[in-house]
């Protein structure tokens, strides 16, 4: 059995800056948190953001970059994380690119309930795929940062035959 979740003391772990494995290390196992509340409470959006910002720095050093990776402080509400790669600090803002119809907490507190493990998968194509991301970058976009953050979009759903030129001249439009 998992021992009972102290959400703060995590999340005052995660905004110490440290490698990408240390900094994923820290995050609570999957099975503290039922799936219905880690979707759709926002006390665990910080964990959320905190595990694409770790497997992201994670891949970047896995590149070859020396990384270090925080969550922002308890009393910022921008960025949501800060990177630093070969000594250089950048500021992340994360979102998830998700179908527009598609809710993961309504998801999840539904397959809670249900009398099957199964869990449908919803094929996304190419073109669909490209107008969520495309979507997610719009949204926070539209949004007023002080600065220039970077976004780290996380697509929840097979990025196979999602050409990484096509997003970023999709995005010079935005």
Same mark, same amino acid.
């Given at each position: 059995m998992t021992p009972p979740?102290?959400?703060?003391?995590?999340?005052?772990?995660l905004r110490k800056l440290s490698c990408p494995q240390a900094f994923l290390d820290r995050l609570p196992p999957v099975t503290a948190i039922p799936d219905q509340d880690y979707f759709r409470s926002p !006390?665990?959006? /910080?964990? *959320?953001?905190g595990w694409a910002a770790g497997r992201f720095a994670r891949a970047l050093e896995l590149q070859g970059h020396?990384?270090?990776?925080?969550?922002a402080d308890a009393d910022q509400r921008f960025p949501d994380f800060h990177l630093r790669s070969d000594g250089v600090d950048y500021e992340f803002?994360?979102?998830? !690119?998700?179908? /527009?119809? *598609?809710k993961r907490g309504d998801e999840y507190r539904d397959w809670a309930s249900a009398r099957t493990a199964?869990?449908?998968?919803?094929?996304?194509?190419?073109n669909e795929g490209l107008e969520i991301i495309a979507e997610a970058i719009r949204r926070k976009a539209n949004k007023f940062y002080a600065t220039n953050p970077h976004l780290?979009?996380?697509?929840?759903?097979?990025g196979e035959g999602i050409?990484?030129?096509?997003c970023q001249a999709d995005r010079k439009s935005v």
């Open positions: 979740l102290d959400l703060e003391a995590v999340l005052r772990n !006390a665990y959006l /910080p964990l *959320r953001e020396a990384l270090e990776v925080r969550l803002e994360f979102t998830e !690119a998700l179908p /527009p119809d *598609r199964l869990r449908p998968y919803h094929a996304v194509d190419r780290l979009v996380y697509a929840d759903f097979s050409d990484l030129r096509e």
